[in-house]
């Protein structure tokens, strides 16, 4: 069984960074694409950011990129998304989710995770 499990949300002035890691189990980490999304009540949830099974290839939501580093750590089974200067905007649940496609895919669709954590909520204060 393949479990996500995601740390590190927490209260932050704006400006702030926040480190989110997401460590994976169930299933070989390094064939996976790994995605963060990110979720406000009453609203969808949206990209983030998402890196392939390698390392090498990274996407981002236009409104992080500059701000937020997603990378992984195959040894370790561990994807992170740090984030830096945040804004009251990025106030969300992130949600981390893993991919094991059999060819290429599109990033940002939602449809191609297979698995999610549990979220873990990022408050940023004004």
């Known amino acids: 069984q393949v479990q996500l499990v995601e740390s590190g949300g927490g209260l932050v002035q704006a400006g702030g960074s926040l480190r989110l890691s997401c460590v994976a189990s169930?299933?070989?980490?390094?064939?996976?694409?790994m995605g963060w999304f990110r979720q406000t009540p009453g609203k969808e949830r949206h990209f983030v950011a998402a890196?392939?099974?390698?390392?090498?290839?990274?996407e981002y939501l236009d409104s992080v990129k500059g701000r937020f580093t997603i990378s992984r750590d195959n040894a370790e089974n561990t994807a992170f998304l740090q984030m830096n200067s945040l804004k009251p905007e990025d106030t969300a649940v992130y949600y981390c989710?893993?991919?094991?496609?059999?060819?290429?895919?599109?990033?940002?669709?939602?449809?191609?995770?297979?698995?999610w954590g549990q979220g873990t909520q990022v408050t940023v204060s004004s």
């Open positions: 989710a893993g991919a094991w496609p059999q060819g290429p895919v599109y990033y940002k669709d939602d449809g191609i995770y297979d698995y």
């Open positions: 169930g299933r070989t980490f390094s064939r996976s694409v």
């Open positions: 890196i392939s099974e390698s390392g090498r290839t990274t």
